[in-house]
């Protein structure tokens, strides 16, 4: 069984599980978890290190893989109740850890919480413990994570009770700074939509406020049952309401149709003038000049459905939204603002402000510039999107035409996120007066800290925003009369700034690996390019290969947090995708492949075409013990498999369409499809590969951008051997694929062939 079944079955924590299975392990039994293996490439070694037993032999393999450690605190002195007890624990693990070499980022911690149905005086506090211990544990290691087995904090009670009780902690344990928890994402109700009473008696047990808190909680719910309260709560408009709380009520919760109506409405009531709203078939609309409906209008947006975005960002930034939810309350704006605008003269001054926004020169991806544009646009701001791609020269002239109040860069990778340092170069040696947000995958707070203060500090600001209502409320300040007191206090955080990033290792002096190349496999054809078209692609293969986790939590942002769907409900969404992809032929896939002769001399692949047009590839050595780099897996006469995918062009074009169309919604869910379509076109074709080769062992697939290969430009390498442009797939000057949705690789036989870092 399980662990979590096993709790379950025993009326234990998991923490007592655990700690059974150590002593199993200290007299030498040997237990099977291959079902708790997150990666069954390590798994074999995993199990070699537990068959010796001990952390000890574990801990640097864990180190030299990156493997995170779910660290219980869990001391000495037993279990970790008191947040000082907790935060001690945390430490005295992290300090063993570190012995081993295991980074601080790969710790999560489990600061345990304990069940407050006993009433026992020992436990009374246990929530408010649990809380307070989490966010000393971030505090003392702001680059760790954190976890928890909820569902402690209620075992005993009634199921009912313990939905809402479970529901209710999670909230403020994700406030506190919580980044995981186990927990039935099925049995979690978003906070915003548990009713007031059951929220108040829920809260009055997690932070102890009075002596009868688990009393009263236990006598309401054993007088309510599913039938009560939240579960019959249904989210809908009163009609009751004036139309600029149904406005915003209808924005909050994603309810878009009428909003247009209860717009017209909200305009007519703030003037006092019910009478000039008239109706054509159920669409109203309002009998009036615009100069007579302008400050009206005004109001409605500043009042109603500017407050409603926020309310929505609040809830995203506080775990309560996930971001297809948020793309929804986006659709509803937008539809407000355009019924709205109607009733506006145009003049200057009615924008918030003007943001000049694109994806960095040599970056093709532009999911978070999109998502940027489309909250700041529905947040009042004028917004000049620049799209992808885009050159230093491009904003600069764009900054000379419009005046903007600030500049928003995006970049995924991080050899493009170098242009954001030759950007702020640029703005600070032409003294530039206009704030930099900078966001994007590839970057964190040190490196813009850095690049802001590199040669001097640029004055007008240099903002890291980790999401774009971070963004969002650092440019509602910088066009604010508060804009003096941000800019001097981040001028001083930055003078106090010290980059305490290590310096990188020359690897090019790294002893070899001890890694010997193996017989070459016999592919039927060599040098020449295969290409396959999308009928010749078996499409309901690659479907089942899409990593569903991946999709669901990553590409999608359905991470099982308040207000997500349900497992089964997700898989629903994923079959009515592919039911119109296929139905509406959105998805275009061709896939190119070959097998080329190939020789190594230390960090070099000689890789011959046929055409005479011979590639060399430098790969980076590793600096682990081992010393590992791709080139040690080949010989002199070897052969080496290359492959590109890609899910075509049509589908970039339809997204694009659809985010002028304004849907948001619609081009999320598309755009994180087709990235995993393509991820697992890469799949299929590493499998047909492996089949040809006769692989049982090896056949692994590296694509630019790993560790292992890190430079990306090297796919202009590629091209010139497979060729994919007559396959639809071209290439920025710094090597990223287009479209998008596209991946390639080099295919590596060696049987003992392993992922590994630098």
């Known amino acids: 069984m399980k662990v979590q079944e096993i709790a379950i079955k025993r009326g234990l924590t998991l923490s007592t599980i655990v700690g059974h299975a150590e002593q199993l392990l200290e007299q030498g039994i040997k237990l099977d978890f291959a079902y708790l293996s997150p990666n069954k490439k390590l798994l074999p070694i995993l199990l070699e290190a537990q068959a010796k037993h001990g952390f000890e032999k574990l801990a640097p393999i864990m180190a030299k893989y990156g493997i995170p ?81 909820l569902s402690n904090i209620s075992f005993g009670l009634a199921p009912y009770a313990r939905k809402i009780l479970n529901s209710v902690f999670l909230y403020h344990a994700v406030k506190t700074g919580l980044d995981t928890a186990i927990v039935n994402a099925k049995e979690i109700v978003p906070y915003g939509e548990i009713d007031e009473k059951e929220k108040k008696l829920a809260e009055d047990l997690v932070f102890n406020t009075h002596p009868n808190a688990l009393s009263d909680l ?122 709205l605008e109607k009733y506006l003269v145009k003049e200057e001054g009615t924008s918030k402000g003007v943001l000049v926004l694109g994806t960095v020169y040599g970056d093709v991806h532009d999911i978070g510039k999109n998502l940027v544009k489309t909250i700041f646009q529905n947040n009042g701001y004028t917004v000049h999107d620049l799209g992808k791609q885009v050159p230093l020269q491009k904003f600069l002239e764009k900054i000379d035409e419009t005046k903007p109040d600030a500049i928003g860069l995006s970049a995924l990778l991080v050899s493009t996120s170098k242009q954001m ?229 049509k589908v970039v074009e339809i997204i694009e369409q659809w985010n002028k169309e304004d849907k948001y919604t619609d081009a999320y869910y598309l755009h994180g499809l087709a990235v995993e379509i393509a991820e697992a076109l890469a799949e299929w074709v590493n499998q047909r590969i492996k089949s040809e080769l006769n692989l049982e062992q090896g056949g692994l697939r590296y694509s630019w951008g790993f560790p292992s290969c890190p430079d990306v430009s090297q796919h202009h390498l590629v091209w010139k051997l497979l060729q994919p442009e007559k396959s639809g797939m071209t290439l920025t000057e710094s090597g990223q694929i287009i479209p998008e949705q596209s991946t390639a690789a080099i295919v590596i036989h060696h049987p003992k062939a392993q992922y590994f870092v630098l």
């Not at 947040?83 to 012995?99: I, M, N, S």
């Not at 008239?278 to 947006?301: N, S």
């Not at 340092?421 to 850095?450: D, Q, W």
């Open 218 to 339: 236990i006598t309401y719910f054993e007088n309510a049952g599913p039938q009560s309260g939240t579960a019959s709560k249904k989210v809908d408009v009163d009609p009751s309401w004036s139309a600029g709380k149904r406005s915003n009520f209808r924005i909050v919760n994603r309810l878009k149709d009428g909003i247009q109506n209860d717009v017209v409405s909200a305009i007519a009531e703030k003037l006092g003038k019910n009478d000039i709203i008239k109706d054509t078939d159920g669409t109203l609309f309002l009998d009036a000049p615009k100069e007579v409906t302008h400050d009206a209008a005004i109001k409605t947006l500043n009042e109603d459905l500017l407050p409603a975005m926020k309310e929505v960002g609040d809830k995203f930034g506080s775990g309560e939204l996930i971001l297809p939810f948020v793309l929804k309350s986006a659709e509803c704006m937008k539809a407000s603002v355009g019924e």
């Open 421 to 649: 340092k030759f950007f702020v170069e640029h703005a600070r040696k032409n003294n530039m007066t206009i704030p930099i947000l900078c966001g994007g995958a590839a970057i964190n707070s040190n490196y813009i800290n850095r690049i802001a203060k590199e040669d001097g500090i640029y004055e007008p600001g240099v903002f890291y925003c980790n999401t774009m209502f971070e963004g969002l409320k650092t440019m509602d300040v910088l066009v604010s009369d508060e804009k003096p007191k941000l800019l001097a206090d981040w001028k001083e955080k930055i003078e106090n700034w010290s980059d305490k990033s290590t310096a990188s290792v020359d690897s090019s002096n790294l002893p070899k690996s001890d890694i010997k190349p193996v017989q070459a496999p016999i592919p039927k054809s060599i040098g020449k390019p295969i290409r396959l078209k999308a009928d010749q692609i078996k499409m309901d293969e690659v479907w089942q290969m899409i990593d569903k986790k991946s999709l669901f939590k990553l590409s999608w942002g359905l991470r099982g947090k308040a207000g997500s769907e349900s497992e089964e409900e997700h898989e629903e969404l994923l079959n009515q995708w592919k039911i119109r992809i296929i139905r509406e032929k959105l998805f275009e896939p061709e896939i190119v492949y070959g097998y080329f002769r190939c020789n190594s001399k230390d960090r070099k692949l000689h890789v011959e075409n046929p055409t005479g047009d011979d590639v060399e590839f430098d790969f980076p050595r590793s600096t682990k013990p081992e010393h590992l780099c791709l080139t040690d897996y080949f010989g002199d006469d070897d052969i080496v498999a290359f492959q590109s995918v890609t899910v075509g062009n």
């Open 69 to 149: 450690a779910i660290a219980l605190c869990i001391g000495p002195e037993g279990m970790a109740k008191t947040p000082r007890q907790k935060v001690d624990t945390a430490e005295l693990l992290y300090e063993t850890g570190k012995k081993y070499g295991l980074k601080i980022e790969q710790f999560i911690f489990d600061v345990l919480t304990f069940t407050l149905a006993t009433g026992e005086d020992e436990f009374l506090d246990a929530g408010k413990n649990t809380l307070e211990g989490i966010r000393l544990v971030k505090e003392k290691f702001p680059n760790c994570f954190t976890t928890l087995g």
